[in-house]
């Protein structure tokens, strides 16, 4: 049986064992990942899913700030078992991110992936037209979701790792 949680110190190996079978070393020079390099996940955002004992997905946010000033959470990586995918695992993970910051009161999500499975949840590239990541990506690919009407309206920029405390999401939310 599935169940998702929160994820503990004991779930660190086997979440790197995933990612690993997941994206290999190349993970490593994302763009995404200068978003994450030298940081914890955002309180209370950091999830696996496990079958009995076994990980076998992950997902993650992070807090981040939308060029000068505007507060946002950065969703990944998401990485799912290969011998568990199709079975929702995925979907039920990425849902219960979103729910989790809404109602921690985080105003908007920001990724890089693929538009017609994040659209499912509401992801649009419309939504981060006008922010730009820390080194190459594309564009079709940084999609956004707003938690709070709004909440990107007027944001532009680099997208860079936020210096606010973890535990504060609405920070610089009204900032243009």
């Known amino acids: 049986m599935i169940s998702i949680r929160k994820e503990r110190p004991p779930d660190v190996a086997a ?10 070393e190349y993970r490593w020079r994302k763009s995404s990942q200068r978003l994450r ?25 992070w807090t981040i700030m939308c060029g000068a000033g505007r507060s946002a959470l950065f969703l990944g990586p998401v990485a799912v078992a290969a011998d568990c995918r199709n079975r929702g695992i995925g979907t ?6 979103i729910n989790t910051a809404r109602r921690l009161g985080h105003r908007a999500i920001i990724l ?19 922010l730009r990541m820390p080194g190459p990506f ?16 007027g944001a532009r920029g ?3 790792a936020s210096t606010q405390p973890l535990s504060q ?3 610089a939310a009204s900032a243009a």
């Open 92 to 97: 039920a993970l990425v849902e219960h991110a």
């Open 15 to 24: 979440r790197e064992a995933l990612l690993d079978e997941a994206f290999g």
């Open 158 to 160: 680099l997208l860079r």
């Open 37 to 61: 390099d030298g940081r914890q996940p955002a309180a209370g955002l950091a999830f696996v899913a496990t079958d009995g004992k076994r990980v076998v997905a992950t997902a993650r946010l």
């Open 169 to 171: 999401p609405g920070l």
């Open 138 to 153: 594309e564009r079709q690919r940084l999609l956004a979701l707003e938690l709070i009407p709004d909440a990107l309206k």
């Open 112 to 130: 890089v992936g693929d538009a017609p499975y994040y659209g499912r949840f509401g992801f649009s590239a419309g939504k981060a037209a006008a």
